[in-house]
């Protein structure tokens, strides 16, 4: 089974954290929450969910993982503005490894310059500054290109979640 990789800060999306993280959990596979800070206690912005960082960002590899999700909500813009959060999912992307990334998760795709040439969804108040970092903005509730796998809001979860478990 696959090792996958979640980025998580305050403030996100708390069914796209935990959706995704229990149904690939429950087809087997092996799931790290990463983050800034090891220990860290993360809570949604909704209140319903909290997780505990287990691995910092610094002590991680792109190859221990098969790949990456990034949950939305406000999450993504702290983590975006970490250089070794960037050079993380730089690393991902080069091993042309999985990642999906719902909401606002996206915006880290951008923020490491990995858009260019590429067809992705995401929330749709997003879309000109996807279009603006290189993307070809599609709506749909769940867009394949290549290694990325993209949704835009929690109605996008089951399509998500079927496009990462066929690729994992």
Do not use: W
């Amino acid at each position: 089974m696959s090792k996958i990789a979640f980025l998580l800060a305050n403030e996100f999306e708390d069914s796209e954290m935990q959706v995704p993280y229990d149904e690939l959990k429950k087809a087997g596979h092996e799931a790290d929450i990463i983050g800034l800070e090891k220990g860290q206690k993360v809570t949604g912005k909704n209140g319903k969910a909290e997780y505990t960082i287990e691995k910092a960002i610094t002590e991680v590899s792109a190859s221990d993982y098969d790949a990456l999700v990034i949950p939305g909500g406000s999450s993504p813009e702290a983590l975006r503005l970490d250089p070794n959060v960037l050079n993380f999912v730089t690393e991902i992307n080069n091993a042309k490894k999985t990642i999906g990334a719902i909401c606002h998760g996206p915006q880290i795709l951008a923020s490491a310059n990995l858009l260019e040439g590429r067809t992705i969804t995401s929330y749709p108040p997003l879309k000109v500054d996807m279009i603006n970092a290189g993307a070809t903005f599609k709506d749909g509730e769940a867009i394949v290109d290549g290694n990325f796998i993209t949704s835009r809001t929690p109605d996008d979860e089951p399509a998500f979640v079927r496009e990462l478990l066929k690729v994992l």
